[in-house]
């Protein structure tokens, strides 16, 4: 007795579905999307992020900064501002390395989307905090501060690695709390000039494209050093 033909279909069975055609192509997307989103620990950054917004909401309502000067009021806003800024950024890392690497072409654009998605979601959350009370600059101004932090930290992501990208926006908030003090009039520090100011957000936007194209094109160092062991 051999074993030969046990693997076999019968004559004129159907041979069984992959997973490929019993789902489609769309389906094998969204899961490599899916894994990409919790491999860089997306789900807890969403509950970071709200978390920030609920700080800020309590921070406005409750008057925690109306005493001081300009510094003082907005310490805590650009505070977590640079917090969330620094949870999107500690997001570009993998544990694992960029396993995604497998899928070819879909790496970019899955980098893209997800650092795109999670800093719209962060503004929405400051921007929803920020309805409790009277935010220095209003809404505008949180949107250029928040992306150009954000934007800030990407840059540090492809330079030091997505590990230790938080270390840029924490160091510029720095920068910006002694130009508030020292009223500094540099449009590189926009947080420090009025919401309207032309030259604070067209550099703001710079930083922002500027560490959105590197995220998505490069990657974080690691994934940089990595791609050149493997060649």
Request: charged letters at 10%; hydrophobic letters at 50%; glycine letters at 14%.
């Amino acid at each position: 007795m051999t074993t030969a033909g046990l693997d076999r279909p019968a004559p004129g069975s159907v041979p069984p579905a992959t997973a490929v055609t019993r789902h489609g192509p769309a389906y094998s997307g969204l899961r490599l999307a899916g894994l990409y989103l919790v491999s860089r620990r997306v789900p807890m950054a969403l509950g970071l992020i709200a978390g920030i917004g609920a700080l800020l909401w309590a921070a406005l309502h409750w008057h925690w900064n109306i005493a001081g000067g300009a510094a003082a009021r907005q310490f805590i806003p650009l505070t977590l501002e640079t917090g969330a800024a620094a949870v999107i950024t500690v997001t570009t890392f993998g544990p694992f390395g960029e396993a995604e690497r497998a899928a070819g072409r879909w790496l970019p654009w899955l980098r893209l989307a997800a650092t795109a998605v999670l800093t719209a979601l962060a503004f929405g959350a400051l921007a929803a905090g920020a309805t409790a009370g009277v935010l220095p600059g209003g809404s505008l101004a949180l949107l250029r501060n928040f992306c150009g932090m954000a934007g800030v930290g990407l840059l540090s992501a492809a330079a030091l690695g997505g590990a230790f990208g938080w270390a840029g926006p924490m160091a510029y908030l720095l920068v910006t709390e002694g130009a508030l003090a020292h009223r500094s009039t540099s449009p590189w520090v926009w947080p420090a000039r009025p919401p309207h100011d032309h030259g604070a957000a067209i550099c703001a936007t710079l930083v922002i494209a500027a560490g959105l194209v590197l995220i998505t094109v490069r990657g974080p160092r690691a994934s940089i050093r990595e791609s050149g062991q493997a060649s």
